[in-house]
């Protein structure tokens, strides 16, 4: 079974940075769109950022401060954040699309989650 995995969370003072990243734990065949979503406690889930052929796009919250990327031969990707606020405190997850083999169709999938935590 594939998993997502993220890593790279953490405690951070205000104006800090942090650089997160996510794989699949195992094996696939493909790995297409992938994105970062995150979650604060009392709201619903939004979108941070996301990756695809054609380019990025950006949450108007992070367009100036965050960075996604990616390294196509190890399906990882990266989340490059700077000058965090305490409003970005949240848990960060880890989407994208996956072939597991070449017969099959794209599942999409999610990360376990990690914590990042902005404060002094």
């Known amino acids: 079974q594939v998993q997502l995995v993220e890593s790279g969370g953490g405690l951070v003072q205000p104006g800090g940075s942090l650089r997160l990243s996510c794989a699949p734990s195992?094996?696939?065949?493909?790995?297409?769109?992938m994105a970062w979503y995150r979650q604060a406690p009392g709201n619903q889930r939004e979108l941070v950022a996301l990756?695809?052929?054609?380019?990025?796009d950006y949450a108007d919250f992070a367009k100036e401060r965050f960075k996604i990327s990616r390294r196509r031969a190890e399906n990882t990707m990266y989340l490059q954040m700077n000058d965090l606020k305490s409003e970005d405190t949240a848990v960060y997850y880890c989407?994208?699309?996956?072939?597991?083999?070449?017969?099959?169709?794209?599942?999409?999938?999610w990360g376990q989650g990690t914590q990042v935590t902005v404060s002094s």
């Open positions: 989407n994208a699309d996956v072939w597991l083999t070449e017969r099959d169709s794209a599942r999409n999938y």
């Open positions: 195992g094996s696939v065949w493909s790995v297409g769109q």
């Open positions: 990756i695809h052929h054609s380019g990025a």
